[in-house]
């Protein structure tokens, strides 16, 4: 909670009325000025008085324990990836989300321009708060996974390198359908083998490649209640005649509804719209949301899932608690 500055509360405070601040009658005119220190001392203690509750309040929410989350061990082949795990109150059985992450940004250590660990956490205790557990995974090379394999931007470029620009497209849509695919497979079991979470009531989430991810995982296991995709090939869509042909196909033969999500600004908005009008002709249960553009340039308005929680928070728990509860 932000506190008014010591200026600005007293300047609008409204006087009581029938009082007058400062008309103290002297009966001592040879201490006038004593009276006058007096009574700037007085209304200087009467002042901190009316602070003092507000900066009680200020200190109590400085000190409340943010939402803790544990970092946990998944799993994957022979890989031990790293993820973040976020449980509400209470013993549970919880509905639970697994969040699958992009690929990458100038290191292996970013999601955009946020720090992987970050980004984690400006989601968890978002979905905890509306009584969600929340899975961040990081994948194979990628923030605290780095050390399970090499970076996916890095083997991207390498293949660009030696074989061009086709090379590169047809190695990522390889990756997407096996090694990362299986990371996030490998969560959603981790998933299932808690205590603590409902296995009938698990939905999936992610960003960019990993909304590619969402949607081939849900296809994939029919356990998935919900899947919601923010900004998924908006940057490969347009490029890559087997991303397209792929989501597709994933879309038709999922029985999850479906929740596609772009800001205006995003680098582009038809992976959305064609997918939602695959899904109106078969008449699927889905959503789709295009929000007003979030900052100036296509980056900002592509990693808006992490900057602009609040312009996508009520329709997103709305949509999951549909489905979930």
Known sequence: MRLPTERSHFSSWPQSPGVSVGLIANPFPGRCGNIRRDRRVVLKVAGLSLLLPLVRIAATVDEAPAIAHETVVVPSGALRLKAFLWRPKGTGPFPVVLFSHGSGSVDSAHTGPIAMTEAAEKLGPIFVKHGYAFLYLFRRGQGLSADQGPFMQDVLQSEETARGKEARQHLAFVLMTTDHLDDVLAGLRFLKSLP?????????????????????????????????????????????????????????????????????????????KIMAEELDKLGKPHLL?????????????????????????????????????
């Open 196 to 272: 603590s979470i409902d296995s009938h009531r698990m939905a999936m989430a992610g960003h960019s490649f990993g909304g590619q991810l969402t949607l081939l995982a849900a296809e994939r296991d029919s356990s998935v209640r919900a899947a919601i995709t923010f900004g998924a090939a908006a940057a490969s869509w347009k490029n890559s005649s087997a991303v397209r042909e792929r989501l597709l196909a994933a879309v038709r033969k999922t029985n999850s509804p479906i929740m596609l999500v772009h800001a205006a600004n995003d680098y582009s908005t038809v992976p959305g």
């Open 289 to 325: 949301k295009i929000y007003p553009p979030v900052g100036k340039t296509p980056d900002d308005g592509h990693n808006f899932v992490y900057t602009a929680v609040g312009r996508w928070e009520n329709d997103v728990f709305e949509f999951l608690d549909q489905q979930l509860r």
